[in-house]
């Protein structure tokens, strides 16, 4: 049985109806909590509005990634969520055009997940297949090049590994590592987590770690502006282990989607003095027939060996860091009305129920931007 979401009028059909629903719920909810005096004014009319799109957005992104969950085994960037066309197709068919609405769609796990530098938690046992994903990010920067930040990699390693860690009586990684004494002593002063970071933005806190070391310009020098990396567009908090170890502990697995992971990532995964082939993995991924409309290669286990030629230990070093799917994503939705605009960020998780069958997405995080 065909998909709905592959004929326009099915399209059209479902998407409304299941909009139209979330909205209904959505100010009738907030009409009973807040009263109509929350609605006083035009500006605070279009902020209600603006914010129902973004809402709505991220429903119709959780039923475009179930829809394709029933298609595809593994996660790429060439599938229906990660398509900007469809999706605007998607948020058209909702009545809605691209200054309405905008919806982007990435996958959690082709980022770095800084909570697997350690094995465990709790635990102090760094490990060291992330450890090197760290240390390429940060020798060579994130163009593929070698970096002119004279900070030692291990700097950074060390300091992130002693804000994680725990059970150690608080010994300090190394000469650069940092525990409670030094936070301390901070104006203002704070503790380190000794455990799992939960947002990103607390990788500032950890000494040596800045917007300056993470946020590097990526754009040509000869270029008028520059465009940073986000933080967001390279690390992840999430993608915890939902089981647990023999001993009771809990873990980060740290394998990246090599099928969605851009360039920087990419390289990073590769082993030293490999770096420029990220472009190539890309570029085996995307490339398309003559017409422009199938994709040439497939993208099964291990397809990366048709593009670079490792060593059987460098194979096996990336097998264990790399993945060929996903269940986490991130989910931005701009949504604008009369000048007013509104970014909704939220992280979703995509999973098969095993009493049905059926795949579903569920909000594990939303902010707003």
């Known amino acids: 049985m065909n998909s709905p979401l592959n004929n326009d009028r099915g399209v059209a059909l479902v998407l409304t109806l299941a909009i139209l629903a979330i909205l209904t719920a959505t100010a009738l909810q907030l009409a009973t909590y807040t ?35 029933q298609k595809n085994e593994q996660t790429s960037s060439r599938d229906s969520w990660a398509d900007a066309d469809k999706i605007a197709r998607a948020v058209e068919a909702m009545g809605l055009d691209d200054r309405s609405l905008t919806i982007t769609i990435t996958d959690e796990l082709s980022k770095i997940q800084v909570n697997a530098l350690l094995k465990n938690f709790p635990g102090n046992d760094i490990n060291p297949d992330q450890q090197r994903i760290w240390e390429n990010l940060l020798r060579h920067g994130f163009s593929g090049e070698s970096s002119e930040n004279e900070t030692d990699p291990a700097t950074v390693t060390n300091a ?74 390279l ?15 809990y873990r980060f697995p740290g394998q990246i989607n090599i099928n969605t992971a851009e360039a920087n990532v990419l390289a990073a995964l590769l082993p ?74 939220a992280v979703v998780k995509r999973e098969k129920l095993d009493s049905t069958g059926e795949w579903r997405c569920r909000i594990l995080q939303i902010e707003r931007d």
């Open 35 to 69: 009263g109509n005096a929350a609605l006083t004014t035009l500006a605070e009319k279009d902020r209600f509005q603006a914010e129902q799109y973004a809402m709505s957005g991220i429903h119709l992104a959780m039923l475009i990634l179930v829809d394709d969950a």
């Open 160 to 233: 992130l590994k002693d804000w994680l860690d725990s059970g150690d009586d608080d010994a300090v990684s190394g000469l650069s590592g940092a525990e409670s004494d030094y936070y301390l002593s901070l104006d203002p002063p704070y503790l380190p987590s000794n455990g799992p970071i939960h947002h990103i933005n607390e990788l500032f806190k950890v000494k040596g770690i800045s917007p300056e070391l993470l946020t590097p310009d990526t754009m040509d020098d000869q270029e008028e502006t520059s465009l940073p990396i986000k933080l967001k567009d």
């Open 235 to 249: 690390f992840t908090v999430y993608g915890m282990d939902t089981g647990r170890t023999p001993d009771n502990r």
């Open 272 to 345: 030293e003095g490999m770096e420029d082939f990220s472009a190539d993995l890309i570029e085996f991924r995307e490339q398309k027939g003559e017409q422009g409309d199938i994709f040439l290669n497939l993208l099964d286990n291990g397809w990366y060996k048709r593009v670079i030629d490792l060593s059987e230990k460098e194979a096996a070093r990336l097998d264990r860091v790399i993945r060929y799917s996903s269940d986490l994503f991130r989910v931005k939705c701009t949504a604008e009305k009369n000048h007013i605009r509104l970014v909704l960020s």
